[in-house]
């Protein structure tokens, strides 16, 4: 699943809101807002039409039947990566330092080698200094091991990314478990994941790239988390379980649906807030939804499409068509989720840098009063 969004991401082929450096997810409070879905006063509610295609306020409540206002990922991810930009530049101006994100690929997937070359041009368009570590498929293990080792003892390199899937004859896990914590951009080790459900207590050094980037969509959409119903749809390791952790963290009440669920359209039906991360095509239809709802579709599926050019076409978790009509808000695909991926690992490296410096980490959540 992590591979397929972060070639999605390369391809360019969805987005994620974005977000001024926003507020840890220990931080008190974490909503925006007055009416659901729309943050108070006048500066927030422009804003949060600015990053949105089309629609209004009324819209986006679900009130005149209104088309629901269509979330522009592609747009808040530009912002995000020129507010990385400048905090790259502070900390050259300021602390001589240049944030280091190292790439470990095996093998020649062409997905994975997609991905990597899209990180490697946003991470250069940011300012920072890039590794690649290249292997052959028949690598072994312990050569990526000692890869993995030299770059955890690189001061020049705060960031390290291990392209996933490994090869049958390698143990991801062991692989993974190699990279120092001070280093793990994809927020997946043990201690990083613990912190994030912890209530209170340390921050995570890094947050899971398109959960965060899910926080900042809400957010930068103007959306008051706190009290709402949210339901995720999804407990994978990568993007349920943290959102649900992060959602419940801003004080929304989650409920997490899976598989061995039982009607999950009752549990839909309740949602203020949907996340779909459920890996089934099209699978929430429009007639679930609550009227006036925000949905992040984190889904991404091929179609059969003799239509289209490839013979496919993209589609998410969400029926589109029949959901625009019924949410407040919605995120397309593509369009909405994926270069989002991207965006937030760079922001996890930026953090990663800071930390290595004795820096407090870029916050994630809004405070109630909008942010410092």
Not at 144 to 163: G, K, R, S, Y
Not at 182 to 207: C, H, I, T, W, Y
Not at 303 to 310: F, I, M, N, S
Request: glycine share 12%.
């Amino acid at each position: 699943m992590r591979i397929a969004w972060r070639a999605a991401a390369a391809l360019g082929v969805s987005g994620i809101a974005a977000g001024a450096l926003l507020s840890s997810q220990h931080a008190p409070g974490g909503g925006l807002g007055r009416p659901f879905g729309w943050a108070g006063g006048a500066g927030a509610g422009k804003q949060a039409v600015a990053m949105c295609d089309g629609g209004s306020p009324a819209a986006a409540a679900g009130m005149g039947g209104h088309h629901a206002v269509v979330i522009s990922g592609r747009r808040v991810a530009d912002e995000i990566r020129a507010e990385v930009r400048a905090e790259t530049d502070r900390l050259k101006r300021d602390h001589g330092v240049t944030p280091g994100l190292a790439v470990v690929l095996v093998g020649n997937r062409t997905d994975s080698a997609t991905y990597v070359r899209a990180k490697k041009a946003m991470a250069e368009s940011i300012g920072f200094h890039s590794i690649d570590c290249k292997f052959d498929e028949d690598v072994s293990e312990r050569e990526v091991l000692d890869c993995v080792t030299a770059l955890n003892e690189d001061p020049q390199v705060h960031a390290i990314l291990v392209q996933l899937p490994l090869p049958a004859h390698m143990d991801e896990h062991k692989v993974l478990s190699a990279v120092l914590v001070e280093k793990d951009v994809d927020g997946f080790s043990a201690l990083n994941v613990g912190n994030l459900a912890l209530r209170g207590g340390k921050p995570p050094l890094a947050v899971p790239c398109t959960p965060a980037g899910c926080i900042e969509l809400l957010q930068r959409s103007g959306i008051d988390i706190r009290g709402k119903e949210a339901v995720v749809l999804g407990r994978s390791n990568i993007v349920g379980m943290p959102v649900a952790h992060l959602l419940q963290s801003m004080d929304a009440t989650v409920t997490v649906c899976h598989s061995r669920t039982a009607d999950i359209e009752s549990h839909v039906r309740r949602a203020d807030i949907l996340i779909a991360a459920i890996g089934k095509s099209e699978f929430v239809r429009g007639e679930w939804l609550k009227p006036g709802c925000v949905v992040i579709d984190v889904g991404i599926n091929s179609k059969p499409d003799p239509t289209a050019k490839r013979g496919f076409r993209l589609v998410g978790d969400v029926h589109f068509e029949s959901a625009e009509k019924v949410a407040g808000m919605i995120t397309p695909v593509p369009g909405g989720v994926g270069p989002m991926t991207i965006v937030m690992l760079m922001k996890n490296t930026v953090n990663l840098c800071r930390n290595s410096i004795g820096l407090e980490r870029l916050p994630l959540r809004l405070p109630p009063s909008g942010g410092k």
